[in-house]
T-cell receptor
Framework: KAGVTQTPRYLIKTRGQQVTLSCSPI?????VSWYQQTPGQGLQFLFE???????NKGNFPGRFSGRQFSNSRSEMNVSTLELGDSALYLC????????????FGPGTRLTVL | DAKTTQPNSMESNEEEPVHLPCNHS???????IHWYRQLPSQGPEYVIH???SNVNNRMASLAIAEDRKSSTLILHRATLRDAAVYYC??????????FGKGTHLIIQP
């Protein structure tokens, strides 16, 4: 069974631009979560989607948004990029929100110049 | 604020047991204890989770203190492939995970 895939793997943007990252969960997994990982803050939860609905959100500004499609694929968008948004963005899927085990993708490395 | 405290790094020899500690004094009655590990240039990988009782799986064992304010991840026979950063996290099953800096585990051949 294929794992979680994320595209693109690397991205370079400039301040003020916006970016869209994509995640394809493991087949049969309906819950997708997004995380931001930085050396200073560690791994922080952004939001989780289940059945196309956002069910939980971390403490991030409204510039960070996401959505989930009917096939469980998910996208996250960051608008008006800031230098501090440079990070590894990870997507994780699980069968459903009641399951503890999450499966992570390799991440998208975003660099904001 | 980090909810868990872990040593920055630990070193062990190959084929010996490894005990990775984690303190989580603010844990609530419904919080699960999760352990993940991360190899360089990869996403985190699930290791084990538990609520109150000790847990075993094919990768590791999780020993949970009686007051649940600390736990220990046990790798029974470390291999070079176990060298990674190990993260301990607490939270409900429906909550997102939050990791601190974790423990960098070094395995000596």
């Amino acid at each position: 069974k294929a794992g979680v895939t994320q595209t693109p793997r690397y991205l370079i943007k400039t301040r003020g631009q916006q970016v869209t990252l994509s995640c394809s969960p493991i087949s049969g997994h309906r819950s997708v979560s997004w995380y931001q990982q930085t050396p200073g803050q560690g791994l922080q939860f952004l939001f989780e989607y289940f059945s196309e609905t956002q069910r939980n959100k971390g403490n991030f500004p409204g510039r960070f948004s996401g959505r989930q499609f009917s096939n469980s694929r998910s996208e996250m968008n960051v608008s008006t990029l800031e230098l501090g948004d440079s990070a590894l963005y990870l997507c994780a899927s699980r069968i459903g929100p009641q399951y503890n085990e999450q499966f992570f993708g390799p991440g998208t490395r975003l660099t904001v110049l | 604020d980090a909810k868990t405290t872990q040593p920055n790094s630990m070193e062990s020899n190959e084929e010996e047991p490894v005990h990775l500690p984690c303190n989580h004094s603010t844990i609530s009655g419904t919080d699960y204890i999760h352990w993940y590990r991360q190899l360089p240039s990869q996403g985190p990988e699930y290791v084990i989770h538990g609520l109150t009782s000790n847990v075993n799986n094919r990768m590791a064992s999780l020993a949970i203190a009686e007051d649940r304010k600390s736990s220990t991840l046990i790798l029974h026979r470390a291999t070079l492939r176990d060298a990674a950063v190990y993260y301990c996290s607490i939270g409900g099953g429906a909550d997102g995970l939050t990791f601190g800096k974790g423990t960098h585990l070094i395995i000596q051949p």
